[in-house]
Antibody, heavy 119, light 106 residues
Framework: QVQLHESVPGLVKPSETLSLTCTVSGVSITSSYWTWVRQPPGKGLEWIGYIYYTGSTTYNPSLRSRLSISIDTSKNQFSLKLTSVTAADTAVYYC?????????????WGQGTLVTVSS | DIQMTQSPSTLSASVGDTVTITCRASQNINSWLAWYQQKPGKAPNLLIYKASSLESGVPSRFSGSGSGTEFTLTISSLQPDDFATYYCQQYNSYPTFGQGTKVEIK
């Protein structure tokens, strides 16, 4: 079955760049759209953005100036980079799949990885 | 962006109860709405998509309804495994989520 697994960057310092990679197994990454979602501790879910295997992306307008999502079809991976992070970027980051079309319901999800922004 | 408002924020119920969670959109989203269940320390799990379509493998006690701006998730005969937080998500435009409804044991 389709599985997603996020890398574990752990702690990132303020003003630095947060980098995450999601490895997809059980399906070719060329088959769907791939999305990042985050959840600050104890809070709700925020859609970050998606990428298609062609490299086409759409980002949350609130993060667009700091965000980059890329894809490596040879490794069946996609990645997120968020620059100039602050404590407000502390969250569990999930990678997930949009079944058909970037704006869609999300299934399945990775287990999530906690990223803490702190000096 | 489209705002999603869930009510209530917390719901206390007993095993066997039928519970209903409401999700309202700030503008028309047709039927482009999904519902997720999330348990502590776990990723969200898709329950319902396109407002009323049950995801494969999800028990039939979960049902969704609505269109336009008002939607409901109903859980019939609540089971111990159903105590969790539920989120709605619209995907008519770039996706946004409701703030969540925690279903707790009365």
């Amino acid at each position: 079955q389709v599985q997603l697994h996020e890398s574990v960057p752990g702690l990132v310092k303020p003003s630095e760049t947060l980098s995450l990679t999601c490895t997809v197994s059980g399906v070719s990454i060329t088959s769907s759209y791939w999305t990042w979602v985050r959840q600050p501790p104890g809070k709700g879910l925020e859609w970050i953005g998606y990428i298609y295997y062609t490299g086409s992306t759409t980002y949350n307008p609130s993060l667009r100036s700091r965000l980059s999502i890329s894809i490596d079809t040879s490794k069946n991976q996609f990645s997120l980079k968020l620059t100039s992070v602050t404590a407000a970027d502390t969250a569990v980051y999930y990678c997930t799949r949009s079944i058909s079309g970037g704006f869609n319901y999300l299934d399945p999800w990775g287990q999530g990885t906690l990223v803490t922004v702190s000096s | 962006d489209i705002q999603m408002t869930q009510s209530p924020s917390t719901l206390s119920a007993s095993v066997g109860d039928t519970v209903t969670i409401t999700c309202r959109a700030s503008q028309n989203i047709n039927s482009w709405l999904a519902w997720y269940q999330q348990k502590p320390g776990k990723a969200p799990n898709l329950l319902i998509y396109k407002a009323s379509s049950l995801e494969s493998g999800v028990p039939s006690r979960f049902s969704g309804s609505g269109s336009g701006t008002e939607f409901t998730l109903t859980i019939s005969s609540l089971q111990p495994d159903d105590f969790a937080t539920y989120y709605c998500q619209q995907y008519n435009s770039y996706p946004t989520f409701g703030q969540g409804t925690k279903v707790e044991i009365k």
